[in-house]
């Protein structure tokens, strides 16, 4: 019962935290269409998507990863959660390395082909300091999710959408000249604030809650490595999937005869706005999802199978209930929710 309890009690901050998140995120895009237009709106969504698989890339999904194989740690008798910690970072820094070192060559072919012809080289050079941090803080995060703290990691998320939107906003009211190099500068130049103030938050937190575990670390790096490397190809598959399609839309626009700023403000419009939109609901079940996979794995590793089988049957039917309601909600209430959006309203002719 009372773990049971603190499932529901970290589902509900996980997704109080993401609400909150995904509704600034959206007023945010709001602001950065009015001050920078749409097209800087599309430079946001595609350098969130390359940032998004380079990410992938330079830490192995590191979040799941250590939140798994470190709750599988604290199901064992004598494990030593700290000792899978360090494994991740250290994974994570190796590929961040070599990830690095190849966006920084290639960063003009990728400007030039990923973002539609769009000249960003010199901002696209900064994104190493964006992959370092974000690789560590991804560890940090699973280790305060699969220890039952997930109201750290939340404040983690808070402090760096923070720290990012701050940073976007005073730099957006700052420019003057507001061309494609400058609003891509922005947006990495966000993200590396958001990650290194986030970063220090958890890294404090930890630091300063660290206990020495008494037990001997039951994985070696290798096989840490060997475990994570799986799930890894599942994710890049994900985001290479998802990378492509993104590049591929202001491609294929201009190929009908939109110019380049328009073709990225038209993906802007439906990236940044009509899809967080529609999947706003889906903030619940991805709460969920991140808790569940700690609590499989700490039960995987006692050895309690019943538990496993409750927690998939119950999460299979509250889903299947949720994902109706949810539909239901989009179908009755689109309209409204499109004006309310700017987007309009859609009367029969």
Same mark, same amino acid.
């Given at each position: 019962m009372i773990i049971r309890s603190k499932i529901i009690r970290d589902t509900v901050i996980l997704t109080v935290m993401q609400l909150i998140l995904d509704s600034a995120a959206l007023l945010l895009n709001v602001f950065i269409t009015k001050n920078l237009g749409t097209s800087a709106i599309g430079i946001l969504s595609l350098m969130g998507s390359f940032l998004g698989f380079a990410g992938i890339l330079s830490n192995g999904n590191a979040f799941l990863c250590t939140s798994r194989l470190i709750s599988e740690e604290l199901g064992k008798p004598k494990g030593d959660p700290n000792g899978i910690l360090a494994h991740g970072i250290k994974l994570c820094l190796l590929l961040s390395a070599a990830v690095s070192a190849a966006v920084v060559i290639l960063a003009e072919p990728v400007s030039l082909r990923f973002f539609s012809g769009a000249h960003m080289t010199a901002a696209l050079r900064k994104m190493p300091f964006a992959l370092v941090t974000g690789a560590v803080t991804a560890c940090l995060k699973g280790y305060f999710n699969a220890t039952r703290r997930a109201a750290v990691s939340a404040a983690g998320d808070i402090t760096e959408f923070a720290a990012k939107c701050v940073y976007i906003v005073v730099m957006t009211l700052m420019t003057g000249n507001v061309t494609e190099d400058a609003v891509?500068?922005?947006?990495?130049?966000?993200?590396?604030? =958001?990650?290194?103030?986030?970063?220090?938050?958890?890294?404090?937190? @930890?630091?300063?809650? @660290?206990?020495?575990?008494?037990?001997?670390?039951?994985?070696?790096?290798?096989? @840490?490595?060997?475990?994570?490397?799986?799930?890894?190809?599942?994710?890049?598959?994900?985001?290479?999937?998802?990378?492509?399609?993104?590049?591929?839309?202001?491609?294929?626009?201009?190929? @009908?005869?939109?110019?380049?700023?328009?073709?990225? =403000?038209?993906?802007?419009?439906?990236?940044?706005?009509?899809?967080?939109?529609?999947?706003?609901?889906?903030?619940?079940?991805?709460?969920?999802? =991140?808790?569940?996979?700690?609590?499989?794995?700490?039960?995987?590793?006692? =050895?309690?199978?019943?538990?496993?089988?409750?927690?998939?049957?119950?999460?299979?039917?509250?889903?299947?209930?949720?994902?109706?309601?949810?539909?239901?909600?989009?179908?009755?209430?689109?309209?409204?929710?499109?004006?309310?959006?700017?987007?309009?309203?859609?009367?029969?002719?």
């Open positions: 891509c500068g922005i947006m990495i130049g966000g993200v590396i604030a =958001g990650n290194a103030v986030s970063l220090i938050f958890l890294g404090t937190v @930890y630091i300063k809650n @660290y206990h020495r575990s008494q037990g001997r670390c039951s994985l070696s790096f290798r096989r @840490y490595a060997a475990f994570s490397f799986p799930i890894m190809g599942g994710s890049i598959l994900t985001a290479v999937l998802s990378s492509t399609n993104d590049a591929l839309i202001p491609i294929c626009l201009r190929q @009908y005869g939109d110019s380049a700023g328009r073709a990225l =403000g038209e993906f802007g419009v439906f990236e940044g706005i009509v899809i967080p939109t529609l999947f706003f609901p889906s903030v619940v079940l991805c709460s969920v999802s =991140g808790i569940i996979v700690s609590e499989a794995a700490r039960a995987r590793a006692s =050895g309690n199978s019943e538990r496993i089988r409750r927690m998939t049957e119950r999460l299979k039917a509250c889903t299947l209930m949720f994902s109706v309601f949810a539909a239901a909600v989009l179908m009755r209430f689109g309209s409204v929710i499109g004006e309310l959006l700017g987007g309009g309203h859609l009367r029969d002719e």
